[in-house]
């Protein structure tokens, strides 16, 4: 899968300079070694798309990331499903061309369905 290199420096940079907590660190890792299964980019490509889908979703929202802890299961897959929206919108705009664009819909699709059986009812 090719991406223009700018988006993915600028990715990289966004993730190396943030501070989460541990737990939200080991749920992003984990979602993120999931999705480079049907997704043929690393692991810390995905985790910086993943911080960048946070924030995407906390503006939307006016609310921190972390209060999805708190939400009951159905909001937390709620708030999951949009924040894979948000990741998907912004795989698809750094595709050098349209090729993967299948592959992106399935994988975030077994993503979601991955996310409610390991995370979501925490």
């Excluded at 080991?26 to 810390?44: C, G, H, N, T, V």
């Excluded at 972390?66 to 894979?84: F, G, N, Q, V």
């Amino acid at each position: 899968m090719e991406l223009r290199e700018s988006s993915v420096s600028s990715i990289l940079h966004y993730y190396k300079s943030l501070n989460i907590d541990r737990r939200q660190n080991e749920i992003l890792m984990d979602l993120s070694r999931e999705l480079a299964k049907y997704i043929p980019l690393s692991e810390l490509i995905l985790q910086g798309y993943g911080l960048l889908a946070m924030k995407d979703w906390q503006y939307a929202h006016k609310q921190p990331g972390y209060e999805i802890s708190s939400m009951s299961p159905e909001d937390r897959i709620r708030a999951m499903k949009e924040l894979l929206q948000f990741l998907l919108h912004r795989l698809k705009s750094t595709l050098k061309s349209k090729k993967y664009e299948h592959q992106i819909d399935a994988g975030i699709e077994k993503l979601l369905v991955y996310y409610k059986k390991t995370h979501a009812r925490r």
